[in-house]
């Protein structure tokens, strides 16, 4: 099973995307063994991406405000001047969701996931003690700890790839999972 150690996880907008397009968003954050956190700044640019996901009878919106109320998912904010000039400093080479998400990993040194794959390459290259997930390994884990039935586990995928619009670039370790648990 995948090792899931840290205290907490910080969603990046392209993860919460994904997850909320499975169909299974609450049931995947209760699975995992940290705090679920995302950024001010990307709840308020996912809300909005979600809402045109709903005019396409999708309940993402729902499970993510109850993701929220429910306390699965918690919101945090810049919570020092470190913080917010390390910020500024990413957007330069970063959008403001993964900018913001990286600050606040950084500083409080939590787990990131994200798919986007420029965000992946630059933490890499300048963080490389970040604990960096994705959506397959995320979705793997969920499946593994839940023991999910492969037909399930199989309309999650493919709910991912066709709403999410995803599926694990060539050089994901996870994509062979993912191939095999699609078919």
């Not at 299974?24 to 809402?51: D, G, R, Y």
């Not at 919570?79 to 606040?104: H, K, M, P, Q, W």
Request: include cysteine.
């Amino acid at each position: 099973m995948i090792n899931i150690n840290h205290s907490h996880i910080i969603l990046d907008a392209c993860c919460i995307l994904n997850l909320c397009a499975s169909g299974q968003f609450l049931a995947i954050l209760k699975s995992l063994p940290a705090e679920i956190v995302i950024t001010t700044v990307v709840q308020e640019n996912e809300l909005k991406t979600l809402q045109k996901l709903q005019e396409e009878d999708n309940d993402a919106v729902l499970e993510f405000e109850t993701a929220i109320t429910q306390g699965l998912l918690k919101i945090v904010d810049f919570e020092s001047e470190e913080e917010r000039e390390s910020f500024v400093n990413y957007v330069f080479d970063l959008d403001d969701g993964e900018a913001a998400t990286l600050a606040i990993a950084v500083h409080r040194k939590w787990a990131v996931a994200t798919d986007d794959n420029k965000a992946i390459k630059f933490i890499k290259k300048n963080f490389p003690d970040i604990k960096i997930l994705s959506t397959p390994e995320i979705i793997k884990y969920w499946s593994e700890k839940e023991s999910i039935d492969h037909l399930i586990l199989n309309n999650v995928l493919n709910s991912i790839k066709t709403k999410g619009r995803y599926q694990p670039p060539k050089n994901d370790p996870w994509r062979n999972w993912w191939i095999n648990a699609c078919n």
